[in-house]
């Protein structure tokens, strides 16, 4: 049987919603009745077809979820480096190849500083590297062979590539039930942890390296709490 349109239930809703009236009463209908059966009839078609639309998937994840993701990405085989991967995507607005890319010569143990190197014509900076990022970095660099250059690499000394490091964010996502993390979700993540923590713009924009302002402003538009101290 061919599938009836909306178009089709329209017309026979009003068309009984005419009928109804005509065995009521004998008086020609007016403009005005006309269009509320109209409307009426329209409502009920809309409660009774079915949502096509999807909801909204959010970009970035909030601070309880990166823990979870990082205590899920530590149960994997490679958890020390997984982890400290998650964790300097995130705090430091990382794309999966400026993570993967990233040198050992990008870091000074001696002044807790990282050097991002940005793609994508972006503007790299020197971002600060907290303590429990420098204890990662350490115990990583620790079970490395002298003279590794990368400081993510896989099994075979190679540096890790961005489809590995998805796979592993897909697994981990999966047995902390964020099942459709990505990686770039760490970056968009970073991006509104600050925005949360009431930071400028244009420290954000310079932080994650955007030349242009208006992607950084994508997130603060986006950002659910902007406005809960602009009275405070």
Same mark, same amino acid.
């Given at each position: 049987m061919a599938e009836v349109t909306i178009a089709q239930r329209l017309d026979r809703i009003e068309a009984?919603?005419?009928a109804e009236f005509v065995g009521r009463s004998a008086e020609f209908p007016t403009n005005r009745q006309?269009? !509320? &059966? /109209?409307? !009426?009839?329209?409502?009920?078609?809309? %409660?009774a077809s079915p949502t096509t639309e999807k909801? #909204?998937?959010? /970009?970035?994840? #909030?601070?309880a979820e990166i823990e979870r993701l990082l205590k899920a990405v530590k149960q994997g085989r490679w958890g020390q480096r997984d982890a400290t991967a998650v964790l300097l995507a995130f705090r430091h607005g990382l794309r999966? %190849?400026?993570?993967? %890319?990233?040198?050992? !010569?990008?870091?000074?143990? #001696?002044t807790a500083r990282l050097t991002v190197v940005r793609v994508k014509n972006g503007q790299g900076a020197p971002h600060p590297l907290a303590g429990d990022e420098m204890r990662a970095l350490r115990a990583?660099? &620790?079970r490395q062979? !002298?003279?590794s250059r990368f400081v993510f690499i896989n099994q075979r000394g190679a540096p890790l590539s961005p489809d590995g490091f998805a796979k592993t964010l897909t697994r981990a996502g999966q047995r902390c039930g964020l099942p459709d993390v990505h990686p770039h979700m760490l970056r968009h993540s970073c991006s509104f942890a600050l925005v949360e923590k009431g930071r400028d713009v244009r420290q954000i924009q310079d932080y994650l390296g955007h030349r242009n302002i208006q992607n950084t402003t994508l997130y603060t538009a986006m950002a659910p709490n902007r406005h809960d101290r602009i009275w405070a």
């Open positions: 009984q919603a005419g006309a269009a !509320a &059966r /109209k409307t !009426a009839a329209l409502r009920l078609v809309a %409660s909801p #909204t998937n959010r /970009k970035y994840l #909030t601070a999966v %190849s400026e993570l993967c %890319s990233l040198t050992w !010569a990008q870091i000074d143990f #001696t990583l660099q &620790r062979e !002298a003279g």
